[in-house]
């Protein structure tokens, strides 16, 4: 079955009691039983409920594999991988990752005993240097946020399975329509369904994705353990959303190359973030690995200050100033102060993070429209 037909079948059966074709909302907590013990699958709305099981097997079939979980939110998804882990243990992880990413590794899991190291998977021989007696997981991120940074998926888990390391992959960037984990080696990928998955700003949701039994068999624990669950109305906004995946992601990819290339060519910009240009490093990487190059653009000023920096981000109208991405809606961000305030500003300088930098989630609006917004914006 090709992506497009996946999106909107995969996993998904009329409602047998009634033959609606959307999958219906079950606004229930408990379910009745024909004698103790006899609940037919479902038994208590935490555990289970028809809504989310429709759209775990979706997701489990986009990304190619076995078994979804769901989860109330990307950093719910993100807790539960590491409540794999005990104390002692260590992850390796990329040295540009999401601040919410770094906040939950650093100021949160650290508490417990599980340590991080951050550093750049872009070149893989890094990883090789990193890893030590206690290295358990490598949580890779590609693109990476906000950089963009590619990291070559297979290259890193090559590695990670010489030496019985599991590997994750946050592949909130991509979407499962331009880039999929587990076929290239990876044992888990992550999403933060708030963004391309769902695609029209209106639920915070998260998934998991694996097609190892005994890995999915303890996160269904967990899931079911700790209650960070998503409603039933929740799964079926995101199972909507997914029916129009492929034809969202695609315009945003269409637009984001029109307008990175705009972007590059401005007197006011200084450096440019996208892996879609031939001299952007990996660049032959993502384009093996991923479909297209993404919705997702940086860039810097040359007028390297926060304030040359607000002129822009409050001057456009198209471009909405807000957190999140991967709505059919263009939105602007400034990292520094918003998605990555929680990473020392010592840290963000090291990887190119400026207090100048602005990120754009480019949606499906007329790309002529947006970049007369922007240039807008510069004046």
Same mark, same amino acid.
């Given at each position: 079955m090709k992506f497009g037909t996946k999106v909107i079948h995969a996993g998904i059966e009329p409602d047998p009691s009634s033959g609606a074709i959307m999958t219906p909302i079950f606004q229930t907590s408990t379910y009745v039983q024909d004698a103790p013990g006899d609940h037919k699958g479902f038994e208590y709305a935490r555990t289970q409920n028809p809504t989310r099981t429709a759209l775990e097997n979706n997701l489990a079939a986009l990304e190619n594999g076995k078994y =979804?979980?769901? $989860?109330?939110s990307g950093m719910a998804a993100m807790d539960a991988i590491v409540k794999l882990l005990k104390s002692g243990d260590e992850v390796i992880s990329t040295n540009d990752l999401y601040g919410g990413s770094y906040r939950l590794l650093t100021k949160v899991y650290n508490a417990f005993g599980i340590? @991080?190291? $951050?550093? %750049? /998977? #872009?070149? &893989?021989?890094n990883l090789e240097n990193a890893i030590g007696d206690n290295t358990r997981l490598i949580w890779i991120e #590609? &693109? #990476?946020n906000p950089m963009l940074n590619v990291v070559d998926i297979k290259a890193i888990c090559d590695i990670a399975k010489a030496h019985g390391i599991m590997t994750v992959v946050d592949n909130t960037f991509a979407s499962p329509y331009l880039q999929n984990p587990l076929n290239l080696g990876a044992d888990v990928v992550m999403h933060s369904s708030t963004k391309y /998955? =769902? =695609?029209? @700003? %209106?639920v !915070? +949701? =998260?998934? !998991?994705? #694996?097609?190892?039994k005994e890995v999915a068999d303890r996160l269904y624990f967990i899931q079911n353990s700790t209650g960070a669950v998503p409603g039933p109305q929740d799964c079926f906004l995101m199972l909507r959303g997914i029916k129009t995946l492929h034809l969202r992601v +695609?315009? @945003?990819c269409d637009n984001a190359r029109k307008i990175a290339h705009w972007l590059r060519d401005h007197d006011k910009v200084a450096n440019t973030y996208y892996p879609g240009f031939e001299d952007f490093k990996n660049h032959d990487i993502c384009k093996a690995q991923m479909r297209d190059f993404g919705g997702m653009v940086s860039f810097d000023l040359k007028e390297n200050t926060l304030e040359a920096a607000n002129k822009v981000l409050s001057n456009t109208h198209l471009f909405s100033l807000a957190e999140s991405l991967g709505g059919v809606e263009s939105l602007i961000g400034h990292p520094a102060s918003m998605t990555h305030a929680s990473i020392p500003r010592e840290e963000r300088l090291k990887v190119g993070l400026t207090d100048s930098l602005i990120r /754009? @989630? !480019?949606g499906v609006e007329d790309v002529d429209d947006l970049?007369? %917004?922007l240039g807008a914006a510069f004046q």
């Open positions: =979804g979980i769901c $989860f109330a340590h @991080s190291k $951050f550093i %750049d /998977l #872009t070149t &893989p021989a #590609t &693109p #990476t /998955l =769902g =695609g029209h @700003s %209106d !915070v +949701q =998260g998934a !998991v994705i #694996t097609s190892n +695609q315009r @945003s /754009l @989630s !480019v970049i007369a %917004d």
